[in-house]
Structures are given as C-alpha cells and as structure tokens.
C-alpha cells in the first residue's frame, strides 16, 4: 500500500477554489472586516479616510488597519513580516482582496496614527459592550513588567551621563570649578540620542533590570482587557486609582458602580478613598508586614507612647517609631521604619514584638 498522493503543481482545475471558500464563517478575519467596515474613519483621526480626486491611488486606510489588527491578534509587529505575510497568507489575501502593501507603508501608518489607534481600540470595547460581551460590573487590575528594546549597559549609560550633568550643574556655583564644555555637549548629545529616555531600572525576577511596568484591566465576564497603560513606575501602589478611571470610562454607566479588585501590591487608602467617591468600590488587601518570630499576640497599644512633637511613638523596648503610612482600620494600621531592635531579639519581648530585618506594624491615634 503506497502513501497519500497530492495534486500535480501542473495540474489545472476547471472549477478553482474561490478564498472565500477556503475562510471559514467563525473566523476572525471576518470579525476584523465586518468591525473596521462599521467605524467611522475620519472620526477617528485616520488620514485620507476619503479618496482624493487627483494623483495616484492609495491604500485605503480600511485596509491598512485590518491589515495592523491581523498583526496585532496573530503577534506580527514587524512591517516586513507584515508585508510577506501578505503575499503567502491565504488569510491575508481574503482580509486584504490580495493587497500587498510595502513594509514602507505599514510602518508610516502606524506611525501617523497612534492616537486614532488609540481611538480604534476603545472602540472596540465600547462594541463589545453592546454585544454583552463586557458587563462592566467586576474589574482586575494588575501589572507586569516588560524589557524595553535598549540594552542594560545602555540605559546605565544615560542614568551616569544624567548624574555627571546634574553634577556639573552643582559645581557650575562653586567657585574655581573647571568645566570642559565640549564634555557636557557630548554628554547632552548622547541623552537626546537615547531611543528610550523613559527606562528605568526595576525590580524583576532577575534582579533590577530596565523594564516598563504595564499595567491592565480585565473585565471578568470574558477576560476582554478593556484599558492599559504604560509607565514607569517601579511599583503599583500608585496606579490603582488612575487604572480604575480608566476602566470606568471604558465600560461603565456614569450611575453604576464598579468593583475593582487588585492584590495587595496597589493597597494605598488615599487612592482607595478617591475610588469611593466616584462610584468605584476597591477591593484591595492591606499590605501590611507578618510577624513571624511571634507568637501572634502583638503588644497592646496603650503599651506605645505617641510623641506629637515629633509624630513618633516609643516602643516598650524604648525604641523611637517613625509613622510611615496611615490606616483606618481597628488594628496596627502604621508601619515602623526603623530597623532591627537589638533589645527585642531576646527574651519575651522577641515573641510578642517580632522585630526582624523588615518593617513592623503599631497603630496611629490619628
């Protein structure tokens, strides 16, 4: 018994098989033509929306954007993947009626038109929303880091040339201070040549690393990210309210509230009680330090004395507390910045305090 045999490469059909024969009704591409086909294109910011009267033809801007949105949905960022992809992909060809625009063109597209593609993908959720597709009601929020294009020693590089400026500017009011001017303009040159001045050094799990800190919003009924953001923010305790707002915009009534849930990371009662006022009802975890080496019955507050002169309170080691956040709560709602206590590590005091080599929690009268 022999194997499965193809066609001929030679071999001619009497009937050829149309593309639209070979795409399926449920897929995706057909969801990308029939979405781009209802938007309103000069609305949205798009350039030559209408055909000119004169010169040569172009593309139309339609077709360019299906084309970016197929990248998007099938990870192809490169314009010269894009422009191959074109001319291979049976996909493409159906998406694009065999349209086989230059990576020149993909790439000056996406360049002119950030903002209007902006503008597409919040058009996108507010139709989703219309299909019941988002519900608008439970929200997460969370961040990731992400590795920017520039190299390590690269943005080392910047962050020395910014201290060797600020430096400079320092010594410039000094008195006999030589400066080389022609060192500074080199140093100023090499800033603005930088492609990526807003890097900076992060935590990661590889250590501290040049990263971006994206963070996101997911509606819960179909996990749809319904808004984003980029910044440059090592930590999120700082996004949770400007995040929420985001997705509030994107999918909620102006009367309805809106639950939000972030982990412990984006505990900040300042920003959770900015949320309340506007409808938005945080569902966040206090990030508050664990007291291990105890035995989990913390010392009362009444055995802490509270010095307003200072805003401090006096431990019953005799140790000088530093209030470093405020909590409402019924329970230990500061965090002590002072380090290890040498006179709790020993004794009873040790299990009923727990000081470590990490911050430790006692309650404001505030």
Request: charged residues 25%; glycine residues 6%.
């Amino acid at each position: 018994m022999g194997f499965l045999q193809g066609e001929g490469r030679t071999q001619g059909t009497l009937f050829p098989v149309t593309l639209e024969e070979l795409i399926p009704e449920d897929h995706v591409c057909r969801v990308i033509d029939a979405f781009v086909n209802r938007l309103d294109m000069a609305g949205l910011g798009f350039e030559r929306a209408e055909a000119a009267e004169t010169g040569r033809p172009g593309y139309d801007p339609r077709d360019l954007l299906k084309l970016f949105l197929y990248g998007y949905l099938q990870r192809i960022r490169s314009s010269r993947r894009l422009e191959n992809e074109c001319r291979r992909n049976i996909e493409l060809m159906w998406l694009l009626g065999r349209l086989v625009p230059d990576h020149k063109t993909v790439a000056e597209f996406r360049r002119m038109h950030s903002e209007a593609l902006t503008q597409t993908g919040a058009e996108l959720i507010r139709f989703a929303r219309s299909v019941g597709l988002v519900r608008g009601e439970w929200v997460a929020i969370d961040g990731s880091k992400f590795r920017p294009a520039s190299s390590v020693g690269s943005v080392r590089e910047r962050d020395a040339l910014q201290r060797y400026l600020e430096e400079m500017e320092s010594a410039d009011a000094e008195e006999e201070v030589v400066i080389d001017p022609s060192a500074v303009a080199q140093a100023l040159e090499k800033l603005r040549q930088h492609p990526e001045p807003e890097a900076h050094f992060m935590r990661m799990g590889l250590g501290k690393l040049p990263a971006y800190n994206v963070q996101a919003a997911v509606d819960s009924e179909h996990a749809l990210i319904v808004a984003q953001q980029v910044t440059t923010e090592a930590t999120d305790n700082r996004s949770l309210l400007p995040m929420a707002e985001a997705a509030q915009v994107a999918v909620s009534e102006p009367v309805q509230a809106l639950n939000v849930v972030a982990d412990a990371g984006y505990s900040n009662g300042e920003q959770a009680e900015a949320c309340e006022a506007k409808s938005i009802v945080p569902h966040v975890p206090a990030n508050r330090t664990a007291n291990n080496p105890g035995d989990g019955t913390p010392f009362d507050r009444s055995q802490f004395t509270y010095q307003p002169e200072r805003d401090t309170f006096l431990c019953p080691a005799g140790q000088t507390l530093k209030r470093k956040q405020l909590s409402r709560s019924a329970w230990c709602p500061g965090t002590c910045t002072t380090r290890r206590f040498s006179v709790c590590n020993s004794g009873p005091r040790q299990r009923r305090c727990g000081c470590e080599d990490r911050p430790w929690n006692i309650r404001s009268p505030h």
